[in-house]
């Protein structure tokens, strides 16, 4: 079993930047892929970025690369998401996920969190 509890959102204007956080318990954090994902009102759940175990692999959607920065501390049992440029359209609810596939879509994700909002004011 792995807890997730993302933090870090909040209200921003466009061009700013945030960093969210995913804090898990249990021991087995460095053995799971880690995504994050997020959902705006009326819309389903889109992949934002993904890590491999060691966080030498990184997946990116197209709406966020080179903007957006997945990493994870092991040592910190945790998985950020460092988001630069921020535009109106990437308000949503962030949630980060572990699981045993590195994919792009939610359903195969083990775990998850609750969700934390971002607001990006034009």
């Known amino acids: 079993q792995v807890q997730l509890v993302e933090s870090g959102g909040g209200l921003v204007q466009a061009g700013d930047s945030l960093r969210l956080s995913c804090a898990a318990s249990g021991r087995t954090f460095s053995t799971y892929k880690m995504g994050w994902f997020r959902q705006a009102p009326g819309k389903e759940r889109d992949f934002v970025a993904a890590?491999?175990?060691?966080?030498?692999?990184?997946s990116y959607a197209d709406s966020v690369k080179g903007r957006f920065t997945i990493s994870r501390d092991n040592a910190k049992n945790t998985v950020y998401l460092q988001m630069n440029s921020l535009k109106p359209e990437d308000t949503a609810v962030y949630y980060c996920?572990?699981?045993?596939?590195?994919?792009?879509?939610?359903?195969?994700?083990?775990?998850w969190g609750e969700g934390t909002q971002v607001t990006v004011s034009s």
């Open positions: 996920a572990a699981g045993g596939l590195m994919v792009t879509v939610p359903g195969p994700y083990d775990y």
């Open positions: 890590i491999s175990q060691s966080g030498s692999i990184t």
